[in-house]
């Protein structure tokens, strides 16, 4: 078993432009990824009888193509461009820091979406029972604002673990099992993601198990890195994938709470 690239996991997620003949199958075409720029260009311009150019989005359909990653940022964004009101029309531009997402070398930042947020809470003195999850386990914290950084937030309490989910769709292909690791920002302040490995044939959102495991409140930036995802390549392809075991998470959409 190995793990994907930077390069590799690009070619899985970017748009191709085209798809070529080989081996009896059709392969994405990515200039720049998956084949050089002048080697594209030759097989445009010659109308070479193997590249079949994309011109449509029906066109990605036809040959089975979808990204393993949607939205995808292919390359490590670590700042943010903040622009500030001074006084009658003039504005101020200027770029700050945040916890970086996107693509990483070997891996993918992902990032915390702001909606369906839950906040697990005793406040209506409720037993959390994984095999009967009700509403009254979970409390919405308020979102709010952070000027300096351009960004939402929410505050988890000491010693809490709330649910989310990523802006990010994932489509894992059948030769991949995916697992998710903290980030070392948080992970300085004793913040660790808490989420099972992403099987092979799986569809959805991402949901987040977030825990704060010092005694301190901690904020939860939205919208920037909040972990980042390894893709293990089997040495060979799975029997059984999650899809054909008829997985109780396919196609989740937000933060889905647990099923028995």
Known sequence: MGVLSDRQIKSRCMRPVGFLRHDN????????????????????TRCYARFRPVTHDQDLTQYGWQPMIEPFVDHAVRTKTIRND??????????????????????????????????????????????????????????????????????????????????????????????CLGKSTYARVAMMPIVTPLEPEWEGDLVLEIANLIECPTKIYIGCGIAQLTFNVGDEVCEVSYKDRGGKYMHQKGTVDAIV
């Open 25 to 44: 199958r059709w392969e994405a075409v990515i200039p720049g990824v998956t084949h050089t720029v002048e080697q594209v260009d030759n097989w445009t």
């Open 86 to 179: 001074l006084f009658a029309g003039i504005f101020e531009e200027k770029d700050v820091k945040i916890i970086s997402y996107g693509l990483s070398s070997y891996g993918y930042d992902i990032r915390l979406s702001g909606k369906d947020i839950k906040i697990f809470s005793n406040i209506n003195s409720a037993i959390v029972d994984p095999m009967r999850m009700s509403p009254t386990s979970y409390v919405a914290p308020e979102i709010r604002h952070d000027e300096e950084f351009g960004l939402d937030y929410f505050i988890l309490p000491p010693k809490s673990v709330a649910l989310g989910h990523t802006m990010e769709y994932f489509r894992i292909p059948r030769d991949l099992l995916v697992t």
